[in-house]
């Protein structure tokens, strides 16, 4: 049973636009959701978390969205630059957990071309 | 602030065999968690330690062990290795109790024959 889910094994997009990376989960005890990129041979970079009592958070290029009633969340990269080719997984956590554990998704590889 | 290590990043073993993997996490971190990440299954939660105690624990089998040292140090020991525990094993530490960012340490590339 997958409790996070990345529909979109892969996502091509062109230098300078907008990528839109998208998550969905199923578990309504989860209230604090990560995105973490990864480059191949390397282990997860933190990029930018929410928390469940914000629907926006914002760092630089990098924008996540929560829509806690539909269980979605999404990651928006403007604009995209070559640098950000990568796997980006989703992560979620929550208070039902006696500590931190993340529940990660499938993840979307990101290509942005020149 | 140096990240979190792992040591070694390359290990092929026989099956049947054992292997301990090691971890230093970020310098004041305390929590550190251990994950398995194969082409199949994703990244897959394995446990998590805090001040030496284990405080969660995935659903894989026995043979997956772990340990904290007071210094913050963790490792995890397979033992009996098995063909299917061919992954990427990854350790990630964070701040406190109540922190949900984890940082990730380079990995350890696990192959069994």
């Known amino acids: 049973d997958q409790q996070v889910k990345q529909n979109s094994p892969s996502l091509s997009v062109q230098e300078g636009r907008i990528s839109i990376l998208n998550c969905d989960y199923t578990n309504s005890m989860f209230d604090y959701f990560l995105w973490y990129k990864k480059y191949p041979a390397e282990g997860p970079t933190f990029l930018i978390s929410?928390?469940?009592?914000?629907d926006k958070n914002e760092d630089g290029r990098f924008t996540v969205f929560l829509n806690k009633s539909a269980k979605h969340l999404s990651l928006h990269i403007v604009p995209s630059q070559p640098g950000d080719s990568a796997v980006y997984f989703c992560?979620?956590?929550?208070?039902?957990?006696?500590?931190?554990?993340?529940?990660f998704g499938g993840g979307t590889r990101l290509m942005v071309k020149p | 602030k140096a990240g979190v290590t792992q040591t070694p990043r390359y290990l092929i073993k026989t099956r049947g065999q054992q292997v301990t993997l090691s971890c230093s996490p970020i310098s004041g971190h305390r929590s550190v968690s251990w994950y398995q990440q194969t082409p199949g299954q994703g990244l897959q939660f394995l446990f998590e330690?805090?001040?030496?105690?284990?405080?969660n624990k995935g659903n894989f089998p026995g043979r997956f062990s772990g340990r904290q040292f007071s210094n913050s140090r963790s490792e995890m020991n397979v033992s009996t290795l098995e063909l299917g525990d061919s992954a990427l094993y990854l350790c990630?530490?964070?701040?406190?109790?109540?922190?949900?960012?984890?940082?990730f340490g380079p990995g350890t590339r696990l192959t069994v024959t």
């Open positions: 330690y805090f001040s030496e105690t284990q405080r």
């Open positions: 929410i928390s469940s009592i914000k």
């Open positions: 992560a979620a956590s929550g208070r039902n957990n006696a500590g931190n554990m993340l529940t």
């Open positions: 990630a530490s964070s701040g406190d109790a109540s922190s949900y960012e984890q940082y």
